[in-house]
C-alpha cells in the first residue's frame, strides 16, 4: 500500500528483520501495518488465495491444474515521496533480496523518482494494393477526424472516461518479398486504466471498411503492436557516493565507477546488453506476473525499444553528476492496466494491487520502471563489488540443503559447508550433515548439554486430556540446554529465537518462557544463584512435535546437572508438568512425560498423575513426519475443544470415548506389526480429530499428499490447527512419501521405531 514518508527509517515499506520472520509473522506484521484485510490475511495464510482449477478452465484450452510460484515482497521502496509494499512473483533466487536492498540504499537519499505517459496503445492497419500510396496517405490524414470519430464510437465509455482514440499516424512500406506498397495506419488509442489489447483490436477491425474506402485499397492486417513506444514510464535514482561504500573494503567511488563501467558495456555491446536488460526485467517481469499484466507483451516491447536506435543496447543509463554522486536512469515502454481480464479472475492479482494501493496505470508504470531500475542498480552493484554468483551461491545452497533434508540445528552449518566446498551438491549436504553430527557427539564431551526430545502423538490427542489413552513416541529431534555461572543475575539466551534477556523474580510476574523459567528457580530454590542459561533449540516451535515440553525438560535437567541436584525422572517429569500448565493451561502430561524418558508409550492421566506403559512394538514402525509451517499455539485450541466439551459434555465424552477405543486397537496393531491396521485406525482419529474443528488446509493437504504416496493412514498429531501431522508406511516407503511432501513444499522428517515386543 503506498503511504506518505519522509523519513529513510519509517514508512509502511519498511518492515525490520522481515527475511527473519516466519510466513506466520510476516502475515501478521502486514496486517498491524494496515497493508492487507483480515480478510486477506486469512486467505494467505489457508492457502485459499490462488486461482481455482474451475476458473483456470475458463480462460484457456485443455486446463489440467494450475501452477504456482512464490509470491515476495519487495521492501523499502519509496517513490516520488511514498512508500510502496512491492508484490514479486518470482521463482529466481536474490531477485526480491537484492531489489529490498538496493531500494534501501535508494530511500536513504530520498528514494526514486518515477513518471509515465499516458497510456497509450497502438492499432496498426495494413493496406495494400491502394494505387497511390502519397495519395492514399493525404486522402486518411485528411479525414483523420472522421476515423476517430468512428473509432470511439465503438467504444463510448472509454471516451467517457478520458480515453479513446486521439490521434493517427500513417507509415508507407516497400515489401521485400512482392514489391507491393504497404501504407500502414496507427490509431493511437488512450486505454485508460485497462490493459486495452481487445478494445484497440476492435476499433482496428470497426475502422478497416472506412480506411478501404478512402484509400480504394485493400485493409489486411488490422490488429494492435506491442511496441507501446507511446506509453513511456521512466524513472531516476541519485545515491550519494558515501552511501555506495560497502563490504569487501570497496570505497562508494570504487562501487560508483565500477557500475558506470558495467553499464558502459551494455551500451556499446548487444551481448553484455541482452543480459543487462534481462536483469532489468528480471523485476519488471516478477511485478507484472503478481499483478495479473501480460509480461510477454511489456518483454517484447522493451527489447524492441532496446534497439530503436538500429542496435540493440542497454535500457539503463547509469553516470556521475558534478557532485559526484550516482545517478541512474531508465526510460522504456510500459502499457500495463490496473482493471479488467486477468485481474479479476485471479483473487492473488486483487490482493496484489491492494498491497500496492490500488494504482492507475501510470503510476503502477511509474512503480514498475523503478523496480527495473533498482533490479539493474542490484545486479550491477553485485558485479562490481562481490561478484553476483555469491549471491545467488547462497540462496542455491539454502535450496540444496533443503532438497537433502538438512534438519533445522544443522541447516546454516551446512549451508555455509557447501558454499565454501564449490560442491552445491545433495550429496555433499548429507555428507556434511554426517560430519557436522558426529563433530556434535565429540563436543558434547567438552561442552555438556542436557537432552530432551520432541514427541509425536500417533494417536489419542485432545482426548488424553479428559483422562483417555494415548499413544506417543519420541522424535530424533531434540532441545538442548545448560548452565553456566555468571556474575550477575539469571540470563536466559536462546540465540535461534533471538531471545535473550535477565529474568526477573516470579514476584514480577514474567511472561512466556520469562515467566515459565522464574517459576522453575523458584521452586528449585536457586533464585539466589547467578547463572547464564543457554538453550540450543532444535525441535521446531509451535508445530505439535512437544518443544515448549522439551524444552522444559532439558532446562530443568540442565539445571539439576549444573547444580547437582539430582532430580529424578519422576522429578523432572513433574516440574515439567508444570510448565506446560503455565504454557498451555490444561495439558494432559504426555509431552514431558515422552521428552523426560524418551521412550514410546501408551499414556493416561489419572486425576492428574500421569499413568504409562512402554509401548510394545511387534515390527519395526516407519513413520513420516510431515510439518506444515504455520505455527499452532496448543494452549488455544486446548481452551476451544473445553469450550465445546462444557457446552456439551455428553455429547463430547462419546467423542473421546470412540478415540479411546482407537486408541486401544492401535496398540494392539502395533503389537502385533500390523501396520495397515495402524493406518486405518489413524484414519479413523484424524476423522474425529476433523469433528473438532483441529484440522487446516494446510493439513489436510499434506495427509492427502502421505495417502497418495502410499502411506497406510495419517493424520495430524498435537493441538492441530497447523503444525504436524503423522504418516505411517510401509517398510520401504518412507522416502517416496517423505519426498511427495517435500514436493509438495513442506518439511519432513522420517522415524523408524525399531521391534520391541517386550517393553
Not at 503511504?3 to 502486514?30: H, Q, V, Y
Not at 516520488?80 to 536513504?108: H, M, Q
Not at 540493440?312 to 490496473?338: H, R
Amino acid at each position: 500500500m503506498a503511504s506518505s514518508s519522509t523519513s529513510p527509517d519509517s514508512g509502511g515499506s519498511r518492515i525490520p528483520n522481515f527475511f527473519k520472520m516466519s510466513l506466520a509473522e510476516r502475515l501478521a506484521a502486514l496486517r498491524e501495518r494496515g497493508l492487507l484485510s483480515a480478510q486477506d490475511i486469512e486467505l494467505l495464510a489457508a492457502g485459499e488465495h490462488t486461482l481455482r482449477t474451475a476458473t483456470a478452465d475458463k480462460m484457456i484450452e485443455n486446463v489440467i491444474g494450475v501452477l504456482g510460484l512464490p509470491l515476495g515482497l519487495g521492501l523499502n521502496f519509496l517513490i516520488n515521496g511514498k512508500d510502496y509494499v512491492v508484490p514479486l512473483c518470482v521463482e529466481e533466487p536474490s531477485i526480491v533480496a537484492g531489489l529490498s536492498g538496493a531500494a534501501r540504499t535508494a530511500r536513504l537519499s530520498g528514494g526514486f523518482k518515477a513518471s509515465a505517459t499516458d497510456p497509450i496503445l497502438i492499432g496498426q492497419v495494413q493496406v495494400v494494393d491502394m494505387g497511390d500510396p502519397i495519395a492514399a496517405m493525404d486522402a486518411l490524414r485528411a479525414r483523420k477526424e472522421e476515423i476517430l470519430s468512428l473509432a470511439n464510437s465503438l467504444h463510448p465509455k472509454m471516451a467517457a472516461r478520458g480515453g479513446g482514440a486521439r490521434d493517427i499516424e500513417l507509415f508507407r512500406h516497400h515489401a521485400p518479398e512482392d514489391g507491393r506498397e504497404m501504407v500502414v495506419l496507427h490509431l493511437l488509442v488512450d486505454t485508460r486504466d485497462a490493459m486495452g489489447a481487445n478494445l484497440v483490436n476492435t476499433m482496428c477491425e470497426g475502422v478497416a471498411s472506412l480506411i478501404e474506402s478512402i484509400t480504394s485499397g485493400k485493409v489486411f492486417l488490422r490488429i494492435l503492436s506491442n511496441l507501446t513506444d507511446r506509453a513511456l514510464a521512466r524513472a531516476e535514482v541519485v545515491i550519494p557516493e558515501a552511501n555506495l561504500t560497502g563490504k569487501g573494503g570497496y570505497t562508494g567511488a570504487e562501487v560508483r565507477d565500477g557500475i558506470i563501467l558495467a553499464n558502459d558495456l551494455a551500451t556499446v555491446d548487444p551481448y553484455r546488453a541482452a543480459t543487462h536488460n534481462k536483469g532489468v526485467m528480471n523485476g519488471v517481469d516478477a511485478v507484472a506476473l503478481a499483478t495479473g499484466n501480460d509480461w510477454r507483451a511489456i518483454e517484447a516491447a522493451a527489447h524492441a525499444y532496446a534497439a530503436r536506435s538500429g542496435r540493440y543496447s542497454a535500457l539503463t543509463k547509469w553516470y556521475k553528476n558534478a557532485k559526484g554522486d550516482l545517478v541512474g536512469e531508465i526510460e522504456l515502454p510500459m502499457k500495463v492496466g490496473t482493471v479488467g481480464g486477468s485481474l479479476e479472475t485471479n483473487p492473488t492479482v486483487r490482493i496484489n494491487h491492494r498491497l500496492l494501493g490500488s494504482p492507475g496505470a501510470t503510476e503502477l508504470a511509474g512503480v514498475m520502471a523503478t523496480v527495473g531500475l533498482a533490479q539493474n542498480f542490484a545486479a550491477l552493484r553485485a558485479l562490481a563489488t562481490e561478484g553476483i554468483q555469491q549471491g545467488h551461491m547462497t540462496l542455491h545452497a539454502r535450496s540444496v540443503a533443503t532438497s537433502a533434508a538438512i534438519p533445522a540445528h544443522l541447516f546454516e552449518e551446512v549451508v555455509e559447508g557447501l558454499i565454501e566446498s564449490g560442491e552445491i551438491k545433495v550429496w555433499k549436504a548429507q555428507e556434511l550433515a554426517a560430519t557436522l553430527s558426529n563433530e556434535r557427539v565429540v563436543r558434547a564431551v567438552s561442552e555438556p548439554r542436557s537432552q530432551a526430545c520432541g514427541k509425536v502423538i500417533l494417536l489419542g490427542e485432545h482426548a488424553v486430556v479428559y483422562g483417555r489413552q494415548a499413544i506417543a513416541t519420541p522424535i530424533p529431534l531434540a532441545m538442548e540446554a545448560r548452565v553456566m555461572d555468571a556474575t550477575d543475575g539469571i540470563r536466559v539466551l536462546i540465540p535461534r529465537w533471538g531471545v535473550e534477556q535477565r529474568l526477573k523474580s516470579i514476584d514480577a510476574h514474567p511472561q512466556g518462557v520469562a515467566g515459565i523459567l522464574a517459576m522453575l528457580i523458584a521452586e528449585l530454590d536457586l533464585e539466589d544463584r547467578a547463572m547464564d542459561i543457554e538453550v540450543f533449540p532444535h525441535v521446531p516451535r509451535a508445530m505439535g512435535l512437544g518443544g515448549s515440553a522439551a524444552l522444559a525438560v532439558a532446562i530443568v535437567r540442565a539445571l539439576s546437572d549444573h547444580f547437582r541436584l539430582a532430580l529424578s525422572d519422576e522429578r523432572i517429569n513433574a516440574l515439567a508438568f508444570e510448565c506446560e500448565k503455565a504454557a498451555h493451561g490444561t495439558p494432559s502430561g504426555v509431552d514431558n512425560t515422552v521428552a523426560t524418558y524418551g521412550k514410546a508409550l501408551k499414556f493416561r492421566s489419572i486425576a492428574g498423575r500421569p499413568q504409562f506403559e512402554p509401548l510394545v512394538i511387534g515390527a519395526t514402525l516407519p513413520l513420516v513426519i510431515g510439518i506444515t509451517g504455520r505455527e499452532s499455539f496448543t494452549a488455544n485450541h486446548v481452551a476451544r475443544v473445553r469450550s465445546a466439551w462444557q457446552r456439551q459434555p455428553k455429547r463430547y465424552e462419546q467423542l473421546f470415548d470412540e478415540v479411546d477405543s482407537l486408541v486401544e486397537s492401535a496398540s494392539e496393531a502395533i503389537a502385533r506389526g500390523e501396520l495397515a491396521e495402524l493406518g486405518e485406525l489413524m484414519n479413523l482419529n484424524h476423522g474425529l480429530l476433523n469433528a473438532l474443528q483441529l484440522s487446516t488446509p494446510e493439513l489436510e493437504e499434506l495427509v492427502h499428499v502421505a495417502r497418495r504416496a502410499g502411506a497406510l493412514g495419517a493424520k495430524l498429531t498435537g493441538g492441530g490447527g497447523g503444525g504436524s501431522m503423522v504418516a505411517v508406511t510401509e517398510i520401504g516407503r518412507q522416502e517416496a512419501v517423505m519426498e511427495a511432501m517435500q514436493t509438495a513444499g513442506y518439511q519432513a522428517l522420517h522415524v523408524t521405531l525399531p521391534a520391541n515386543p517386550r517393553a
